[in-house]
T-cell receptor, first 113, second 114 residues
Framework: DTGVSQNPRHKITKRGQNVTFRCDPI?????LYWYRQTLGQGPEFLTY????????KSRLLSDRFSAERPKGSFSTLEIQRTEQGDSAMYLC???????????FGPGTRLTVL | GDSVTQMEGPVTLSEEAFLTINCTYT??????LFWYVQYPGEGLQLLLK?????DKGSNKGFEATYRKETTSFHLEKGSVQVSDSAVYFC?????????????FGSGTRLSIRP
């Protein structure tokens, strides 16, 4: 099964620390999305890439957040100076340009103490 | 902006009961509509989709019909099983926007009693 993978699956950190998550999309999916899901809510869009270009960012993505997709394959999401409000599940999804379905990874659950 | 409103949970039913989870949407264009399911400890999975008015999406005994006149996409199943216990998300996407990002409802937790 070559679905979307995310690492780590769980991350516990102290407030003020930096964290980085990785997403490996389905091969040949040129679109990659990041979403955030807080407890009891649906996922909310954070940002998306078309190949290596980051084309849209949500207002939810403060300047402490940065995402990259350097070679148009895997992507990283970094959160600097984490805050307790950053505690959430971070989901990655991938899609072909012409497709209508996004395929989701299992997510990375972040807990900020 | 575009949005999705779905029935609040939790919903608790007995096995073999009929299920309806209501979902309505607001969109300026002609969105594609989806139901995603999240089983305990697992990631989001696409359950079914419909891309134009009057389309019916179906999968695993679940159905939903794209009703443009009522801007609704209600999820139904005739006879639920314990294994259907999960959180269900109604969602939409504008296929003509550059991002095609998905906008989700807040989710409905479904629990099925044996």
């Amino acid at each position: 099964d070559t679905g979307v993978s995310q690492n780590p699956r769980h991350k516990i950190t102290k407030r003020g620390q930096n964290v980085t998550f990785r997403c490996d999309p389905i091969s040949e999916h040129n679109r990659l999305y990041w979403y955030r899901q807080t407890l009891g809510q649906g996922p909310e869009f954070l940002t998306y890439f078309q190949n290596e270009a980051q084309l849209e960012k949500s207002r939810l993505l403060s300047d402490r957040f940065s995402a990259e997709r350097p070679k148009g394959s895997f992507s990283t999401l970094e959160i600097q100076r984490t805050e307790q409000g950053d505690s959430a599940m971070y989901l990655c999804a991938s899609q072909t340009t012409s497709g209508r379905e996004q395929f989701f990874g299992p997510g990375t659950r972040l807990t900020v103490l | 902006g575009d949005s999705v409103t779905q029935m609040e949970g939790p919903v608790t039913l007995s096995e073999e009961a009929f299920l309806t989870i209501n979902c309505t949407y607001t969109a300026t264009g002609y969105p594609s509509l989806f139901w995603y399911v999240q089983y305990p400890g697992e990631g989001l999975q696409l359950l079914l989709k419909a891309t134009k008015a009057d389309d019916k999406g179906s999968n695993k005994g679940f159905e939903a019909t794209y009703r443009k006149e009522t801007t609704s996409f209600h999820l139904e199943k005739g006879s639920v099983q314990v294994s259907d216990s999960a959180v269900y998300f109604c969602a939409l996407s504008d296929p003509y926007s550059s991002a095609s990002k998905i906008i989700f409802g807040s989710g409905t937790r479904l629990s099925i009693r044996p």
